[in-house]
């Protein structure tokens, strides 16, 4: 149960609740296919997917849920979200690592963008965003992945703020 969104939680086979290391967290963000609330529907590609068949991660990733009539762009879900995970699991706030694909590539950027002092890198996959935003981001380590067979979202979305972080 969550007071923001719902989410998937994979903790590592030796995570302890009781124990006060401070783990790595990856937040991993989904695209508009997996909105809703059935966060099976999360499990379909990324991250839930690799992890429900077996995937080992030393690290503690979380799947958020966006709901159907929103996008990771909207609002101001993340601060409330993000405090939630801290009360919650013991995470490294130097260590807070932020990826998502296709509608959560957009929410990457963005994310990135208003709340740098959060994480460590990002990775956008097939995303985009406004190339204005990557002042904020200049100093954040960001891998950008993208193909060029994308039917959904243009590869020119990646080129161009891949094109603007250089700039920078």
């Known amino acids: 149960?969550?007071?923001?969104?719902p989410y998937l939680a994979y903790?590592?086979?030796?995570?302890d609740k009781n124990d006060t290391k401070a783990w790595p967290l990856i937040i991993y963000l989904h695209g508009s296919s997996c909105k809703g609330?059935?966060?099976?529907?999360?499990?379909?590609?990324?991250?839930?997917?690799?992890?429900?068949?077996?995937m080992q991660?030393?690290?503690i990733v979380i799947s958020p849920q966006c709901p159907s009539n929103k996008n990771w762009t909207v609002g101001t879900w993340f601060e409330s979200f993000y405090k939630e995970l801290k009360e919650k699991y013991h995470i490294d706030p130097s260590r807070v690592y932020l990826t998502g694909m296709s509608l959560g590539g957009f929410g990457t950027w963005d994310l990135a963008?208003?709340?740098?002092?959060?994480?460590?890198?990002?990775?956008?996959?097939?995303?985009?965003?406004?190339?204005?935003?990557?002042?904020?981001?200049?100093?954040?380590?960001?891998?950008?992945?993208?193909?060029?067979?994308?039917?959904?979202?243009?590869?020119?979305?990646?080129q161009e703020m891949?094109?603007?972080m250089q700039e920078v």
């Not at 609330?37 to 077996?54: A, C, H, S, T, W």
């Not at 990002?122 to 067979?149: A, N, Q, Y």
Request: hydrophobic share 30%; aromatic share 12%.
């Open 113 to 158: 963008s208003r709340y740098p002092e959060y994480f460590a890198a990002i990775m956008p996959l097939c995303g985009g965003g406004r190339t204005s935003m990557v002042e904020t981001l200049k100093d954040i380590p960001t891998w950008v992945f993208h193909g060029e067979v994308d039917k959904k979202v243009k590869l020119q979305r990646s």
């Open 57 to 59: 991660v030393d690290a």
């Open 1 to 5: 149960k969550s007071k923001t969104y």
């Open 37 to 54: 609330n059935n966060l099976d529907k999360l499990k379909k590609y990324g991250p839930p997917f690799y992890l429900e068949r077996g």
């Open 162 to 164: 891949v094109k603007a």
């Open 11 to 15: 903790l590592p086979s030796n995570y």
